[in-house]
């Protein structure tokens, strides 16, 4: 079997260069393009990137011969991942879709669009059967899916398994962000040593209207949200990866300790999936009193799994926890290609 | 008239330390004594602190020369400031007040003895009274104020005047809280180096009962509770100083932003109190969409005043807002001294 | 005596904030004009600079309703300080200063010019007479001085009284500067939260290039730069504010610990100038192991003392010590003024 | 062939726990044994270190049931490695010597014994010999070897091509130096965020001895010291890992830069031993304008390799570059461990 054919929309960003890392041997997909903002096309990813490369020590191999593009159709590739910035993804990702690519994307601009499924594959992998009905309303050949913003992705899975088992009504959470979630060069530091930011514009929106969607019904052609309610407070600090979120929620039913941490623990919802990218386990619970903490629980499952710990009752709702997720990884990069190869299984890619 | 003599129980740590400073100049009040653990004791404390001072660039003149004691009675003065350990402070205070002490307390060993006050002159200062009971109960001829915990002072300083306007009914707060607030040596540079910590022992009980009690209305020899519910979520982070919480408030009466932002700012019990510790506004609101932060913000008022910032709906409970204040000041040492104070022109101490 | 009148160039960075800050309530000079790029031109001062004020709580109140003019000759003052960019701030001084201002530059553009004055007041402040024929050379009715670059100048005024007292050789100095010195945004977060960067752009070669020529001696129309060679590593690290250095000296002639530190303390040259922003001593000499610390030293001398610590013999030259100083005041804002004051007490402005 | 047994002397403290680590599925050595102080000792290691574990986020299951031995002879392993304290090394790693076992140790109080043998494989691999001596000398059946400084090691490997190469006269360093090299708890966060410490106790006495023992020649029983003086400045930065040092060196003949990159490039004596822990190279050059950074390069050949970068022309010395090493692996624990392997390979343990 050849592998399927990806490009790289936005590959010179931080989250670009982890989609590129990411895909160094991938079983199922092949970098064939690469493409950034005009200045950077036409030159070679390596020397644009001799300075610029900041996420670990080497530019990946594979991707420092290959020339860049600009971010127009006519890439040879069957998907694009695209990592662009929200000021310039609308258009293009629509272009890429109308020209018959398969999107998915990282950017902000199309998720909450009624048509375009916002997935993550352990929790709404079935809204992805809204691919058809997009395509059918706009007259595209290609497609657009989404992946959710970085601090909406680890508390959507945390939450998944509470509604599954409990029901959930409501949700209060606040965020300390790591400084990767802005981007590069992102959070200047002299804002953020021996400081903290208690805003991330735009942030709250995102994690309170996301998480609905995803945990929402698909009926027909449209989603139906969830209706448990979200109230977020998001906050920036210095640490480099990983956003820690203190989350109070309301339950629909009693439940004890022991039950919601063995729903958390059983939560493996694409364990006979084969997906190469999923984590062995999506949601891992720590006893520790401490933990999770961004610098021993980040990488979790190759950064893909979401690390959940300190669950205890709550005075005003029900319980609270604490969870914790790699937000260029499981929040990103390995989302967007977590989605793509639930686009291959589910038949929308590689046929 | 001559100045009321000030001994300094823990004089050796950061909060000591504060309490020394802030008391260079007072008006009121003069240091006569100090006292920290047996290994200092008998030594002078420019000697002891050469290496040790480490929160401004100078022992202030006036306690270089001074011999420390020991934590026992016999101190020449007629007040102690206490900035001792919990680990020590609950008999060393009681020894004190039953020798005839007025103890002044940052330590949270008495904070919740039913007999005990717990004050914030601008929010409860009549607890004042339960100083008579005490006494009289305990058969001690001085008696033991306290403050609150650092995490405490700054949202019940903000919840007051929601409390007084619109009626309390319910509190979330995650708080993220700067690293002076574990004393020194404190949290070791490891733990916290690009990492943050969603755990500090016994923070959230005493952030989640203190506010309570605060709140409470004194009736006759006991103070009821006030009824407003509060779940705590407490982080550490690297910020050097200055606790920022995140809260979400349920009010009894709706209330629109401007009402709320109006009560903040009227907000000024002790107008006219004359106490020199007490600022020129205890609170202040500020518009800016990414205030308060601790590195603009977390001196206001000479560190005595708590900034609040970015009031907002929540879709949860009613409101929402971020509050900061300076927890080795506001949430420490200025807060016993400013007791102190009330404790003067109440009558308790300095006739 | 009304004030002498100054225009602020680049107000809007961190620089120029400072000089604005430090300007508030001088006593000789008046800030009557303010000037920024082309985007900001136009507009009041505090509404430009509402989101991007940093260095302190508040702007400061005389300058929010300044309107903001464009950086060319016609603004209303004798004086302009420039807190300019490098990219552009050779054109737009030698604008100014053909146009009849008097211009102290913070910029690094002029300073190695051969009839250009690059003054540290204490240390050659007879440098000034330069624009004599600075004036006569380029037939300009005004004139251009400067001030070193912020690495320069701690470590300047630090070889000062070694030059004086015992000759000065050789000089090998590995800097440690704060962010605040790549001016806003200025550095990535990412790039030095638990990190720091070998490598400033340009740095190492002003800084041994710049120290020759201050140290040098005014001879007719030019500056004899002095011997001394300077080998300069410079890095930058987490510390927002203050410049630390190592530096290793060699001697002209033999000279014990106590000649040395002798020398440090002795050295106060404006010590009779009555200049406002000299501080009470340029170099003060800390006996503490551990010092001089940016937490605890960076503000020595309201930012414009440099505090030199750990002298002790080199195996390799002959002694070493640790030098701090303020970047942004002593190294830019302060440095500015304190030129600007020497012009007037020199007769070259306020006539 | 049986795995020869090994105990780990100090397990608890984070040297301890990366050598358990490294040793997790070492081809060589086996872990049979694991010691550390009274209140640890005769207790599980899992448990003793539940909260304590800091250097990754599991401990290695092999050691999670191991009980934990007081550091006396009587152990049942050939070799212990020592991660003990300066504070009680000494006697306690000559007993064990005198016992009969083998000690590779990390403590500073044998390096600079004469009949110790200080080592590291790739530069003096033949001071080993010394051993023999010691044995003789001290009448003991076991022996001790010791590894560098953590701050010792990067640089004294990249010195050694140059002294091979070119010969060495003259070095002077400037460290700044990671938080794990003063250990857990070690350096408090109050003291290092936002700030630097320009002294580390001891430390540059340990560089400027160690580095002439490790690069003199053994001669009989003795080691004639490397006649290269070198001067240290040691600082402590808030880098979590990895010791960056500027250095600048005189050497003895003529040398262009590329000469000295390719005598770093080329140099790997251990190319062919088959160590299992050398890397693949022990020095890589760094052609980046802004490299080595300890975020990008500390973990270059799995922690054993050290960066170098910078290579340029000083106005003092001949050259000066910038090296970088992980000082908790090359510096310590991956020390310990090849020096271990070394004796195996020559015969001094495992026969």
Chains 1, 2, 3, 4 share one sequence.
Not at 31 to 58: C, D, F, L
Not at 88 to 96: C, D, H, R, Y
Not at 323 to 334: F, Q, T
């Amino acid at each position: 079997m050849s592998k399927i054919s990806i490009g790289v929309l936005g590959a010179t960003g931080m989250v670009g260069q982890t989609i590129l890392n990411l895909l160094s041997n991938h079983p199922w997909f092949e970098v064939t393009a690469i493409a950034a903002s005009e200045q950077s096309a036409g030159k070679k990813y390596g020397e644009v990137m001799a300075s610029r490369w900041n996420i670990s020590p080497e530019i990946p191999e594979y991707v420092r011969e290959m020339k860049i593009s600009e971010c127009r159709p006519g890439l040879e590739c069957e998907m694009v991942l695209s990592a662009l910035d929200s000021s310039v993804a609308l258009e293009i990702e629509q272009e890429f879709a109308k020209a018959g690519y398969a999107v998915s994307s990282n950017a902000s601009n199309h998720r909450m669009h009624p048509d375009v499924p916002l997935l993550i594959p352990e929790v709404n992998a079935d809204h992805v059967k809204l691919i058809d009905y997009q395509r059918k309303k706009r007259g595209w050949k290609g497609f657009i899916v989404t992946d959710p913003n970085c601090s909406t992705i680890g508390l959507t899975l945390a939450l998944k398994p509470l509604l599954d088992n409990f029901g959930l009504e409501k949700v209060i959470v606040t965020t300390m962000q790591g400084l990767s979630g802005a981007g590069y060069p992102g959070v200047p530091s002299m804002d953020i040593v021996d400081n903290l930011i208690p805003y991330i514009k735009n942030e709250e929106e995102k994690l309170e209207s996301e998480a609905q969607k995803i945990l929402g019904k698909l009926s027909g052609t449209s989603i139906k949200p969830a209706e448990a309610a979200v109230s977020a407070n998001c906050n920036r600090v210095a640490v480099r990866y990983g956003h820690t979120e203190c989350a109070s929620v309301k339950l629909s039913e009693e439940a004890t300790e022991d039950e919601i941490i063995k729903a958390f623990d059983n939560f493996h919802p694409l364990k006979h999936s084969g997906l190469p990218s999923a984590p062995e386990k999506p949601l891992i619970y720590l006893t520790g009193e401490n933990r999770p903490q961004p610098k021993l629980d980040v990488n979790a499952g190759n950064g893909m799994t979401a690390s959940i710990g300190r669950l205890r009752k709550c005075n005003i709702l029900d319980y609270k926890f604490v969870v914790l997720s790699h937000n260029l990884i499981r929040g990103a990069a390995g989302a967007a290609i977590l989605n793509a190869e639930l686009l291959k299984t589910t038949g929308y890619i590689g046929k």
